[in-house]
């Protein structure tokens, strides 16, 4: 890592500003052949702002501010110099190409983080809840993804690992001393100290669900037999709620995806195909895989049309989703269903005039808080790769219980302890494979 | 003036072995000790190995060492411990009689090798290249390599309550010069404390107040060399420290020379006097006093538990207060001695110094302490010395081979700040290295060196493929409930993989005889199935990290990637491989992973 890597760090598109990063032994050195100013960059100590302007030879290219800072307080642990240019795409490319002839190279994606990483600035969770925070869609998302960051997993898994070691080392004592006269801690009360830490990880696993959610939003469809206004009403979401603009392509052509912020929730809708018997092939594909994708949904959105009395369809649609929300839809046209439950249950809306859509809001709202609720404080799981290493700490630890409750043979139990600690070590980034790391840190966009 | 290849100061156990194991390899040795009716002599209790030791032990014999066989020759009682724990923590302990095992040492050493009594007060070098030794008495003696094994010697100070005179044992005198010789020659030294206890007079023991502590009915041995075995099985006797001992401890805490600031050398936290014991466990009202024999022909009794350095008329005073001692008379008083250590940091794994070329350091002047860390640096010294002669490559084992291994990486790569002592926790791949595959690891490594007769690679090399054959042929054996205890129809391999059988269980299905050796380690492997191929596993991945050399001339001040803090320890120990620089405290993961980058970067260019 001994070379400098730069990338522009802002956006593509018109903006104010837009900012190129350099890292690395010869970042400040780079900058300083390009830049011209009262003060070069090789004259800060510590860290400073500087004002001047970028020349090619003797062409000036871009009027900028300079922000120099020296290793080791820095993002990535290295001298860092980022140029403030104006905004535009222009001016910040003439910039990189120039840092790029004058010593450094273009900066693979993620790799800014990846050197914070390596530099022991951050450890893995750490790395890995900055690339949440850029991507966080909602408030709550971004509450999560930055106490990740401020370490509240990093402390918790640590904090784990020392329990499970300490429980080790009292094995460890009736190992090592078996003459002297040091009590030895009796197992059962070894065993209830595991199974509270697995308690824990397990409670913690649960945390996972929700953070997925604030992550990847809450997947919402809206089904029902064909005609009852599914697409009003998913049009209507979209145009009355707080959209989110999302770069996230939709995964199939058949189901219409768009995006809502609800109280903080990131709820991605699904207009999906109208479910009814058909004999047609084509549609019947169609349907079949509406349905898969509302099995796997978060919460369903089940319309009915209020104005024509149940069908055979309906019923069985209210069946399969029973714990989904019923909404009776065209009651601007008069109701006409005569279920009582259903009139009960449903919430009444017009996709057409509006009506009812602060209710279904409020009952959409609440369903979301019960099923993924966010508490202050709590420490939020963040990737599936934690629940792995998690899951393979907590087999371990059973294994433990199992060697001291049979066999008395407490080396193993001593054995597969320390397993389950070296599995927490993987989640943190303490033990770290390069592959797994190269994996991580593709994931994030350049010049981060 | 003859000129030797090894020159072996000390003749203690690190110093026996040494000379021994380069007298096996074809040198020529010379052994200098303060004393010449001391070689071999156990200054603090009389036994040999114990919890973590005798797997030392069991390693050093399948190189070719002495103390196992010793032991066996000269042990008057051998017990197996944690016998009801799994194998890999079980570990044989002797009782040795004292007086014996320095006559058979002695007798040993003089048969093998050139001795002097003399003491060596000056490391003789040329440039940067040790040339031999001087003594006090200005003789020099030359040689291509020297190994120092001074034991608790130089500048050895012994503490009896305020009483304080220079010895190197009670009774021995110290080794002034030697101390100010590595000093001049760019060495650090640190200072560190260790204790032993009271002798008692026989005599004047009451038995019957305490418990018998008898050896096992059928011992077992230490040397693949003992072929006859028949120890006498002396017992030993247990009894307890009382409120009142305590209470004169605490009254008295301003004699004790540690708790008064006399002493400066940090001593054993895991071998405290009983002055530490009574005041950092104030909870407790009594600790175990093991009452051992120190010989056949001696009235003296070891009191184990109770090492103290409070003026002897305390020390007997609150001796009397333990039943059976109520009228003990002492032989000796127990003592505390300081002494200087060589921060075995500057060592490279061959545990030859990285400043003087030639000049091997081993035993408790590297910080441990310990006959068997003593006499297991003893031999890989010894043997390094005359690869070194010979321009051969190191002998170092891995930490996933032998305890050895794992004693001298924490010696050279972590150092040390208290006497270092032996643990199976220490030892990250303890299932495997076992006191009863301790010839499958190593013997090959002294048939190699010429260090055990070849017969014993094949006895090993047969034993082992008994152990497979039988274990594929109890896999295929399926037993059904009605002839053993068992719900469900089971192999024989799965049967033993169960705690509640054993191998006595289930030989009656074999149809074939399997000697005891063979059966022991069928059922071991049996009951740690799956745990030994996950310790392989796990070691496989440490190799790996063993296997990437660090380029001599790396400059880590150039590697900007690595904190300040691992930067500086990385210069001054200049790890060789990167699972050396792993285990070097302030080098973190990431410190490694950069420095791993770093090297396969070097590489590519």
Not at chain 1, 377 to 386: A, I, K, Q
Not at chain 2, 90 to 116: F, G, P
Request: charged residues 30%.
């Amino acid at each position: 890592m001994k070379d400098t890597i730069a990338a522009i760090g802002t956006p593509v598109g018109e903006g104010a500003i837009s900012i190129v990063r350099v890292s690395g032994r010869d970042a400040i050195p780079c900058v300083s052949r390009i830049f011209r100013g009262k003060k070069s960059p090789e004259d800060i100590r510590k860290s400073g702002i500087l004002y001047g302007w970028i020349y090619e030879g003797e062409e000036p290219v871009d009027e900028v501010l300079l922000f120099v800072m020296r290793a080791p307080h820095t993002y990535t642990g290295e001298d860092m110099v980022e140029i403030s240019t104006h905004g535009g795409y222009m001016a910040a490319r003439k910039v990189l190409s120039l840092v790029l002839k004058y010593g450094a190279r273009l900066a693979k994606p993620g790799e800014f983080t990846m050197r914070a990483f390596l530099n022991g600035r951050i450890d893995l969770v750490r790395a890995e809840s900055v690339l949440d925070v850029i991507r966080a869609k909602t408030e709550k998302g971004l509450k999560i993804a930055e106490q990740t960051l401020r370490g509240s997993l990093t402390v918790f898994i640590n904090k784990i690992k020392e329990r499970i070691i300490e429980l080790a080392s009292l094995l460890e004592v009736n190992l090592d001393f078996p003459e002297e006269d040091i009590p030895p801690t009796p197992i059962d009360e070894i065993v209830e100290k595991i199974n509270g830490i697995i308690e824990e990880l397990e409670n913690l696993k649960k945390t996972y669900r929700v953070s997925r959610v604030l992550r990847e939003g809450a997947i919402v469809p809206i089904t029902g037999r064909p005609n009852v206004g599914k697409s009003s009403l998913f049009n209507l979401l979209l145009r009355e709620e707080k959209a989110i603009v999302t770069s996230v392509p939709g995964t199939t052509r058949d189901v219409l995806e768009g995006w809502i912020d609800l109280d903080g929730y990131p709820v991605k809708l699904l207009d999906t195909a109208g479910i009814r018997k058909s004999e047609d092939f084509v549609e019947r594909i169609g349907v079949e895989r509406a349905m898969e994708k509302t099995r796997e949904a978060d919460i369903v959105l089940l319309v009915l049309d209020a104005s024509e009395t149940l069908t055979d369809e309906d019923r069985e649609l209210i069946k399969e989703f029973s714990d989904g929300i019923i909404i009776l839809n065209k009651i601007d046209l008069g109701i006409r269903i005569k279920d009582r439950d259903i009139l009960e249950k449903g919430i009444r809306v017009s996709a057409l005039t509006g009506e009812g859509l602060d209710e279904l809001h409020s009952v959409l709202q609440k369903k979301l808080e019960d099923a993924f609720p966010v508490h202050s404080g709590e420490v939020f799981l963040t990737r599936e790769r934690y629940i792995h290493s998690i899951d393979s700490a907590i087999g371990n630890m059973k294994k433990a219980i199992e060697k001291l409750k049979e066999t008395g043979l407490e080396e193993l139990a001593s054995f597969e302890l320390n397993s389950a600690a070296q599995h927490l070590k993987e989640i943190t980034g303490e033990i770290t494979d390069e592959d797994v790391l190269e994996k991580i840190f593709s994931e994030y966009c350049i010049g981060k | 003036m003859k000129q030797y290849d090894v020159i072996v100061v000390g003749a203690g156990h690190a110093g026996i072995e040494a000379a021994l194991a380069a007298k096996r390899m074809g040198a020529s040795v010379l052994v200098l000790t303060i004393h010449l009716d001391m070689i071999g002599h156990m200054p603090c209790n009389p036994a040999v190995g114990g919890i973590a030791k005798s797997h030392l032990v069991f390693e050093i014999d399948a190189l070719g060492g002495e103390i196992g066989f010793a032991t066996d020759k000269t042990g008057i009682q051998f017990k197996m411990l944690n016998r009801k724990k799994g194998p890999s923590v079980w570990s044989l302990r002797a009782q040795v009689d004292r007086a014996d095992y320095r006559s058979y040492m002695k007798k040993k050493i003089m048969e093998s090798v050139d001795v002097k009594q003399g003491e060596v007060v000056e490391i003789l070098t040329e440039g940067e290249k040790v040339i031999g030794v001087k003594t006090k008495t200005g003789t020099e003696y030359y040689s291509k390599t020297v190994i120092l094994t001074t034991g608790t010697f130089m500048q050895g100070l012994v503490h009896i309550g305020m009483v304080r005179f220079s010895a190197g044992r009670l009774g021995e005198p110290p080794s002034t010069g030697l101390s100010d010789s590595l000093k001049k020659l760019g060495f650090e030294l640190g200072r560190l404390k260790t204790g032993t206890s009271a002798r008692a007079d026989g005599r004047t023991i009451d038995f019957s107040k305490m418990e018998i502590q008898p050896g096992d009915e059928n011992p077992e041995h230490f040397s693949h060399r003992t072929v006859e075995f028949n120890p006498p099985q002396i017992p030993c006797y247990l009894t307890h420290t009382t409120p009142e001992t305590h209470e004169i401890i605490r009254k008295n805490i301003a004699l004790a020379p540690l708790y008064a600031g006399v002493i400066k050398g940090i001593g054993p936290r895991y071998c405290p006097s009983l002055e530490d014991k009574v005041m950092k466990f104030p909870e407790r009202g009594k600790h175990h006093v093991f009452v051992e024999p120190d010989g056949r022909d001696t009235n003296e009794y070891y009191l184990n538990g109770v090492s103290s350095s409070l003026p002897e008329e305390i020390q007997l005073k609150f001796m009397r207060t333990i039943p059976g001692l109520e009228q003990v008379e002492f032989l000796r008083p127990g003592y505390a001695i300081e002494y200087d250590f060589v921060f075995p940091t500057q060592l490279r794994h061959s545990l030859e110094t990285k400043k003087i070329q030639g000049l091997f350091l081993a035993g408790q002047i590297n910080g441990t302490s310990g006959y068997e860390e003593a006499a297991a640096q003893g031999i890989m010294a010894g043997i390094n010395a005359v690869l070194k002669i010979r321009g051969e490559e190191p002998f170092v084992l891995r930490r996933d081979e032998a305890y050895i291994g794992v004693l001298i990486d924490d010696l050279v790569t972590r150092g040390t700040k208290e006497p270092y002592r032996m643990f199976t926790s220490r030892a990250e791949y303890r299932l495997i290295l076992r006191q009863d595959n301790a010839d499958e690891r190593l013997a090959r490594y002294g048939v190699k060196y010429g260090l055990v007769d070849k017969t014993l690679l094949e006895k090993v090399e047969e034993r082992r493929k008994r152990v497979d054959e039988l274990l594929k042929k109890m896999k295929r054996i399926v037993v059904s409930p009605g002839k053993i205890n068992i719900s469900k129809p089971a192999s024989l391999f799965h049967i033993l993989k169960m705690p509640e059988f054993h191998f006595e269980d289930i030989y009656k299905f074999l149809d074939e005889e399997v000697p005891h050796d063979v059966a022991f380690r069928v059922e071991i492997e049996a009951k740690y199935d799956g745990y030994i191929q996950r310790a392989i596993a796990h070691a496989k991945k440490l190799k790996e990290m063993e296997r990437v050399k660090i380029p001599e001339d790396i400059d880590y001040s150039k590697i900007r990637t690595i904190t300040m803090e691992a930067r500086e320890k990385l210069s001054r120990e200049r790890p060789e491989t990167l699972g050396e620089a792993s285990r070097i405290s302030g080098v973190s993961p990431s410190d490694i992973f950069a420095l791993y980058v770093y090297i396969k970067r070097k590489e590519e260019e």
